[in-house]
């Protein structure tokens, strides 16, 4: 299948395309370049050919002669959302519309767009499903809401999206992530041997390791039409349902030495637990390798091997709103998020 993959020097999409390619599919990636500079460690043997663009200049053109398509590529957490929201939409919501429109009016039978379980916010009654009602928090989650929302009515028999609503991610990634909630603690444990929790750690978080989020896309990508034909996914494992000093405790245990306290209540009052009872039973091929435990321990031997330094921790590369700020801040990229004509780019 020839897919076009959105977000190919991500976090994630620099993992699922050489994926993807060793399966035996035809990647081409789309990314606009805001991360290059955030580089861990040479992690994969295969890369695939990506346009340098940004998703809103995206032409019918671009999309010609491709089956799929696999949509990552947004403004990617609730910091950087907040940091420009009127953008957030522009990209995250229009963007990611647009995209899809486009899609179809080429002919692409398959558009599988990465959710969020972030959606559901605020939910304190038992385990939600795909079928619960969202309460977004956030721009970032919004969005989210939004394009599914109009999305969805361009399924036909000739067009099939699919909602992946991935868990918070976690694990090593070649384009890596500190500032998503395992990764962090991680870091910290490994730079500081010091876990210092400013909240009590009681909301709850379900969690997914980037590897299962790509194996749920291709196995998406590959399931028989009906299974996944506008169909919404959360994609994890109900037994990955942890509070957050859970994480916190998972990870001073793999960090041994490493001190552990807590704090207050925090001013964050998103908490949700997740039921996964579909996906896993529904898509065929599906199931979660990687409990938090093993992603930790897969953490602890890369920074070992890499002799990770606090600088890199703290480094603006693994840290989105880090990074944006500094675009903005070195005028490299303008107040729309476009690069600007003086920019070095990437």
């Known amino acids: 299948m020839k897919v076009l993959v959105t977000g190919t020097e991500g976090y994630l999409g620099s993992l ?20 290059k500079v955030g580089w861990l460690y040479n992690g994969t043997e295969l890369t695939a050919k990506t346009l340098n663009k940004d998703l809103r200049n995206i032409t019918a ?8 398509v696999v949509h990552m590529a947004e403004l990617s957490n609730d910091p950087a959302g907040q940091l420009a929201p009127h953008i ?28 969020s379980c972030s959606v559901y916010g605020v939910a304190t009654e038992g385990d939600v499903t795909e079928e619960s009602a969202v309460n977004p928090q956030t721009a ?59 909240s009590d750690g009681t909301p709850w978080r379900p969690l997914v390791h980037a590897l299962d989020i790509s194996k749920a896309i291709y196995c998406t990508l590959e399931a028989p039409r009906d299974l996944i034909h506008n169909q919404i996914f959360n994609v994890g494992d109900t037994a990955q349902n942890y509070q957050v000093k859970e994480i916190a405790q998972i990870i001073a245990e793999i960090f041994e030495g490493c001190q552990l306290s807590f704090g207050d209540q925090g001013s964050d009052n998103r908490s949700y637990r997740v039921s996964f009872e579909k996906i896993n039973t529904t898509l065929p091929g599906f199931k979660c390798d990687y409990p938090a435990q093993r992603g930790a321990k897969q953490l602890f031997d890369l920074f070992n091997q890499i002799d990770m330094t606090p600088d890199t921790f703290e480094s603006r590369g693994f840290t989105r709103l880090k990074q944006l700020e ?13 690069w600007t004509d003086s920019a070095i780019k990437p």
């Open 61 to 68: 053109e671009d999309l010609q002669g491709f089956e799929a």
């Open 16 to 35: 699922l395309a050489p994926i993807l390619m060793e399966r035996g599919h035809e990647v081409v990636g789309l990314d606009t370049g805001f991360y």
């Open 326 to 338: 500094y675009l903005i801040r070195t005028q490299q990229i303008d107040k729309n998020f476009f």
């Open 140 to 198: 970032y989650a919004e969005c989210k809401t939004l394009v599914e929302r109009d999305v969805k009515p361009l399924a036909d028999d000739n067009f099939s999206p699919s909602f992946m609503r991935n868990a918070t991610a976690f694990g090593a990634s070649p384009r890596m992530r500190f500032d998503i909630v395992l990764n962090n603690l991680a870091g910290l444990a490994w730079t500081t041997k010091e876990i210092k929790m400013i």
């Open 88 to 115: 957030t939409y522009e990209i995250n919501h229009k963007g990611s519309v647009r995209l899809a429109n486009l899609a179809k009016e080429a002919g692409i039978k398959r558009f599988i767009y990465m959710s």
